[in-house]
Structures are given as structure tokens and as C-alpha cells.
């Protein structure tokens, strides 16, 4: 299982950035899929996951309102739109898989999410 994350930059406060994560060697159908995110000096913290194929989503508190996940089967890839970006968002962006089948709730824990993309670099200037 790979997962490629892309899609981060540099740009200003209040402007807007979609992450994608392209996974292969598995098809999400029954699993679920997540962002993480860790700052500078600061511990990788839960952003927003899914469960894919599915409405049920959850958001940090930090982002709710701003971001939002979202998946395209046909394409394997989960995304992550973030609007009204704020330099309280600057962080490294990881996508994670949780492979657990059936999982009734949304994997919030890093240890619940067993593949990690490498990460892409999310910038806000204020």
C-alpha cells in the first residue's frame, strides 16, 4: 500500500489549497482515510478523516467549518479542500489509510492509521 500526497505551497491567509492523495494497492471500499498535520516543534495532530465511500466524516475543531475531505472512488484518491486558510494551518500535511475493516467510527489516532503518504508542505503567510 503507497500513498502520494501533492497539492501544498505557499500562500496567503484566507486563501484557499486542495490536497490530494492518491492510494494504490488497495481499493478503499470498506476502509477509511485521513490528514494529519504537524507544525514546527508541535506533535502531528488529526486534521479530518472518513470513511471512504461514505458521508461520515470528522473534523478537528481547529479546521471545521474550513476544510473539508473528500474521495473520488474511480481514482483512489482522497482530498483535502482547506478554505480560509490561516497561518495557524502552516504544517506539514500527511494522508493516512486505516485499513480496518468495518471500522464503525472515524479513526482519529495515529496508531489507528497503518499507511502514511510522505507528507506536502502547507505555507500561510499572514
Known amino acids: 500500500v503507497q500513498l502520494q500526497a501533492s497539492g501544498g505551497g505557499l500562500v496567503q491567509a484566507g486563501d484557499s489549497l486542495r490536497l490530494s492523495c492518491v492510494v494504490s494497492?488497495?481499493?478503499?471500499?470498506?476502509?477509511?482515510a485521513g490528514w494529519f498535520r504537524q507544525a514546527p516543534g508541535k506533535e502531528r495532530e488529526f486534521v479530518a478523516g472518513?470513511?471512504?465511500?461514505?458521508?461520515?466524516?470528522l473534523y478537528s475543531e481547529s479546521v471545521k467549518g474550513r476544510f473539508t475531505i473528500s474521495s473520488d472512488n474511480a481514482k483512489n484518491t482522497v482530498y483535502l479542500q482547506m478554505d480560509n486558510l490561516k497561518s495557524a494551518d502552516t504544517a506539514v500535511y500527511y494522508c493516512?489509510?486505516?485499513?480496518?475493516?468495518?471500522?464503525?467510527?472515524?479513526?482519529?489516532?495515529?496508531?489507528?492509521?497503518?499507511?502514511w503518504g510522505q507528507g506536502t508542505q502547507v505555507t500561510v503567510s499572514s
Open positions: 472518513m470513511k471512504w465511500g461514505t458521508t461520515t466524516q
Open positions: 494497492g488497495v481499493t478503499f471500499s470498506r476502509y477509511g
Open positions: 493516512a489509510a486505516d485499513l480496518k475493516r468495518n471500522r464503525v467510527v472515524v479513526a482519529t489516532e495515529i496508531f489507528e492509521y497503518g499507511y
